[in-house]
């Protein structure tokens, strides 16, 4: 396969440095992080300025670990704010890329395909990626660092691990590249898809470089990673088939919808069973929303980190695929009553709505020999109060009409329905 192009542009410390645009700021100068100050001191900080990271304050750490004797701006997340700015960035891209060649892996991060754009452009892949990166500082303010790379992995690690040492802020590397500067790269956790877990195995046989990877037999791999060993020698090598295209054709044989809450303080067993009923009830009408149906839920409930107890799982078969909350609430419900422990503190819970497939019959699926037309319009009823009540919220905010078990002490729904993302959205 010939090669191609791609670029990959990470905004820097993309909501800190909003938050210094908003306020006039310079990111590279100004000391500013991105936290919650209603939240404890153990809160994670979900970005911190270029010239906090300069002093060696890590990315992500907790408030409580940044120096006392430090001058510094809490900024309290604003989520839709971030969202507008990660729009208007991609506006940009829009003006020179069609979108069937971008993919945006994260909101501050993004792959272009740019191979049939060089020559139209009379550039090569550094000048267009300059002319990027200079159109997002002077138009949105926001500073931008970038890989290129001739193929996606490349163009990653380009942006991970070179670009920051650039002068430029832009990495470049081909396979010949990559092995000559990285095969001897440490740590191996700097690697794009290598994890602590993976870096401590391969540790264990005395590896810690990829060019030590690369030259380590392919059978040994297989046997301790199994097919999880192909991708890591293909990375060793530099190498990595999939593009653009690849992933934009890309469907799944089942989809599934998912929630997840970690909890703000330790949960009882009841006052858990009202967070998973919260959480199926928007569940299921996002479901309706979507014109969506799922014949099974699979519930994870983990309990306080301090009593080190195994987290309980555990999936329900639904009579039918359906989206109603009147059948998947008490399904729901009795699985966590099953499954969950009743003396151990719950703090953290995810739920899982499987095999989702289209709805095809408004709210209502076909009858079986069981079934019989009663419930069948019992359904459908139930079907319009949801769709109502999706139109009141789209029409008048999340908040404005909610079940009774909203307003329970230990509720979370009016809270999150303030949030995107688990953040305050700063509307």
């Known amino acids: 396969m010939a090669n191609r192009t791609y670029i990959c542009i990470d905004l820097k410390s993309f909501y800190a440095s909003v938050e210094c645009v908003e306020r006039g700021l310079d990111p590279m100068t100004t000391n500013l992080v991105v936290a919650d100050p209603e939240r404890s001191e153990k809160t994670i900080c979900l970005a911190i300025t270029p010239s906090m990271k300069a002093l060696g304050i890590k990315n992500r750490c907790r408030v409580f670990e940044i120096p006392k004797n430090l001058d510094y701006i809490i900024a309290s997340p604003r989520m839709q704010k971030y969202i507008d700015y990660a729009a208007e960035i991609y506006g940009i891209y829009l003006r020179y890329i069609s979108k069937d060649d971008i993919h945006i892996y994260s909101i501050d991060e993004a792959f272009l395909d740019i191979t049939e754009y ?94 030590q990877i690369a030259e380590m037999d392919e059978d ?59 959480m199926a009830d928007l569940l299921c009408l996002d479901l309706v929303d979507k014109g969506l149906i799922t014949d099974s839920v699979t519930l994870y409930v983990g309990y306080a980190n301090a009593i080190k107890a195994e987290p309980s799982r555990g999936t329900v078969k639904l009579n039918r695929a359906t989206s109603a909350d009147c059948l998947i609430l008490p399904a729901v419900t009795q699985l966590y009553e099953r499954i969950v422990a009743l003396e151990k503190p719950v703090h953290r819970i995810n739920i899982s709505f499987n095999n989702v497939m289209a709805d095809n019959d408004d709210g209502a699926a076909q009858l079986s020999f069981f079934d019989n037309a009663v419930e069948d319009e019992w359904l459908k009823r139930n079907h319009r109060v949801q769709k109502a009540v999706l139109d009141i919220k789209k029409k008048y905010g999340k908040n404005s009409i909610l079940k009774g078990m909203n307003f329970r002490e230990a509720a979370t729904t009016r809270e999150r329905n303030r949030q995107i993302g688990g953040h305050k959205s700063g509307e």
């Not at 593009?243 to 009882?268: E, F, H, R, W």
């Open 118 to 211: 060089l020559a139209t452009y009379h550039m090569d892949a550094k000048e267009l990626a300059l002319m990027l990166m200079e159109e997002i500082l002077h138009e949105v303010g926001v500073r931008a660092t970038c890989g290129i790379g001739t193929n996606l992995y490349l163009a990653k690690i380009a942006l991970d691990i070179t670009a920051k040492h650039a002068p430029d802020f832009i990495g470049v590397l081909d396979e010949v590249t990559f092995q000559k500067k990285l095969w001897d790269h440490m740590p191996l956790t700097d690697f794009w898809r290598i994890g602590k877990g993976t870096a401590k195995t391969l540790e264990r046989y005395g590896i810690k470089t990829m060019g």
């Open 220 to 278: 040994f791999l297989y046997k301790l990673f199994g097919i999880d060993a192909e991708l890591l020698i293909d990375h060793a090598w530099g190498r990595e088939p999939v593009t653009i295209a690849d992933i934009k054709a890309y469907k799944p044989k089942t989809n599934c919808l998912s929630s997840g809450q970690v909890l703000m303080k330790n949960y009882s067993f009841e006052e858990g069973r009202l967070i998973v009923r919260e």
